[in-house]
Antibody
Framework: QVQLVQSGAEVKKPGASVKVSCKASGYTFTSYGISWVRQAPGQGLEWMGWISAYNGNTNYAQKLQGRVTMTTDTSTSTAYMELRSLRSDDTAVYYC??????????????WGQGTLVTVSS | QSALTQPPSASGSPGQSVTISCTGTSSDVGGYNYVSWYQQHPGKAPKLMIYEVSKRPSGVPDRFSGSKSGNTASLTVSGLQAEDEADYYCSSYAGSNSLFGGGTKLTVL
């Protein structure tokens, strides 16, 4: 069965960076993309961006351009999301989700369990 | 780009039907047939309920249906059950990115 297993919770200081991993299993990793979505405490969902696991193409949300980098390691079927220059309003649960192979922003079907990132001094 | 607009809350009694709306623009909801709906229970990851406006993934009950008219998409839950109480989010393709609605809390009375 399709599974996306994310790395554990992180606590970071303002200005630091965080890198969240998402290990996929149960399907051919390079036949899909991975989207990243975050959810601040008590708030709604926010699309962060997408990466094609087929060719590494990326699309990032405009508000995160320059602070976020999404990568994949096809040898381990793992996707990564790095967010830099962390601020307190980056505190959120970060989700990875399986998406379209070639088009950013198309619906996602399977989701990881989420990773809580807390930014606090 | 602004988030899609959803009512903050909706409710219905068991067995009734409820419809949740999701309003965007011609650049997102109205421009593409790529509207999705997600169900999220407290403390859990979202679950895909509807994709491409009206398609149901395998395993999703046919009590859940989706539609679209112009710039507004809708999710209808028929025959409400207690386990349908959750937050529901719409999402739309918006040309190389995706937008979410603010979410609707569905209460089963």
């Amino acid at each position: 069965q399709v599974q996306l297993v994310q790395s554990g919770a992180e606590v970071k200081k303002p200005g630091a960076s965080v890198k969240v991993s998402c290990k996929a299993s149960g399907y051919t990793f390079t036949s899909y993309g991975i989207s990243w979505v975050r959810q601040a405490p008590g708030q709604g969902l926010e699309w962060m961006g997408w990466i094609s696991a087929y060719n590494g193409n990326t699309n990032y949300a405009q508000k995160l351009q320059g602070r976020v980098t999404m990568t994949t390691d096809t040898s381990t079927s793992t996707a990564y999301m790095e967010l830099r220059s962390l601020r307190s309003d980056d505190t959120a649960v970060y989700y990875c989700a399986r998406g379209h192979i070639a088009v950013a922003g198309i619906s996602v079907d399977y989701w990881g369990q989420g990773t809580l990132v807390t930014v606090s001094s | 780009q602004s988030a899609l607009t959803q009512p903050p809350s909706a409710s219905g009694s068991p067995g009734q039907s409820v419809t949740i709306s999701c309003t965007g623009t011609s650049s997102d909801v109205g421009g593409y047939n790529y509207v999705s709906w997600y169900q999220q229970h407290p403390g859990k990851a979202p679950k895909l309920m509807i994709y491409e406006v009206s398609k149901r993934p395998s395993g999703v009950p046919d009590r859940f249906s989706g539609s679209k008219s112009g710039n507004t998409a809708s999710l209808t839950v028929s025959g409400l059950q207690a386990e349908d109480e959750a937050d529901y989010y719409c999402s739309s393709y918006a040309g190389s990115n995706s937008l979410f609605g603010g979410g609707t809390k569905l209460t089963v009375l």
